[in-house]
């Protein structure tokens, strides 16, 4: 199975900053790479796929960069709606594989 | 409205088995695959199966073949997963999602755009 690997696990951002969150796969997965985001206790939120596609209705806040084994997720002005945990999920190949989580939580 | 609800989790002994529910309304579910992700307690997501429109094609993590079994009635707009010869670390919250899988470059791509609000299942003595 294809393993994706984010970093960093957590961080700390103050409300405007820029954020970024970065996903590896270990192996090449193309372009083959979406983003959800989840609020505690909710069900996650789908925000881009195809690792730069902008799901509709999602703010122009969020973009996605990225292809191979190395992507990034961009909150370009972070608001407070934004602070959840972010997962990156691979696409390329059976079984689907999601990055362990990155946090983002208010400073 | 789209809409997704979960049903069927709860306490079940090691060895038990479970069936979960997924009510589909407010788009037309036989034009969608479907697919199941689970979250364990403090841990994050990992998904479990998915099945086609008309069930002739699913995929299933290695962790759960043989054990579950994702199926669907699309004239009752319902997916199911039967969970059998439970385990401890099948305990998780388990989500039915939408899934608008496409075909690129030959093969399938999954994108989850519609989320239930998940079952809880918990395997303990």
């Known amino acids: 199975a294809i393993q994706m690997t984010q970093s960093p696990s957590s961080l700390s951002a103050s409300v405007g900053e820029r954020v970024t969150v970065t996903c590896r796969a270990s192996?090449?997965?193309?372009?083959?790479l979406g983003w959800y985001q989840q609020k505690p206790g909710k069900a996650p939120k789908l925000l881009i796929y195809a690792a730069s596609s902008l799901q509709g209705g999602v703010s122009s806040r969020f973009s996605g960069s990225g292809s191979g084994t190395d992507f990034t997720l961009t909150i370009s002005r972070l608001q407070p709606e934004d602070f959840a945990t972010y997962y990156c999920?691979?696409?390329?190949?059976?079984?689907?594989?999601f990055g362990q989580g990155t946090k983002v939580e208010i400073k | 409205e789209v809409q997704l609800v979960e049903s069927g989790g709860g306490l079940v002994q090691p060895g038990g088995s479970l069936r979960l529910s997924c009510a589909a309304s407010?788009?037309?579910?036989?034009?969608?695959?479907m697919t199941w992700v689970r979250q364990t307690p403090g841990k994050g997501l990992e998904w479990v199966a998915n099945?086609?429109?008309?069930?002739?094609?699913?995929h299933y993590v290695d962790s759960v073949k043989g054990r579950f079994t994702i199926s669907r009635d699309n004239a009752k707009n319902s997916l199911y997963l039967e969970m059998n010869s439970l385990r401890a670390e099948d305990t998780a919250v388990y989500y039915c999602?939408?899934?608008?899988?496409?075909?690129?470059?030959?093969?399938?791509?999954?994108?989850?755009?519609?989320w239930g609000q998940g079952t809880k299942v918990a395997v303990s003595s």
């Open positions: 192996q090449d997965i193309l372009n083959d």
């Open positions: 999602a939408r899934d608008l899988n496409y075909v690129d470059r030959g093969g399938n791509k999954d994108v989850f755009d519609i």
């Open positions: 099945i086609k429109e008309d069930g002739g094609e699913k």
């Open positions: 407010g788009f037309t579910f036989s034009n969608y695959w």
């Open positions: 999920l691979q696409d390329y190949s059976y079984p689907r594989t």
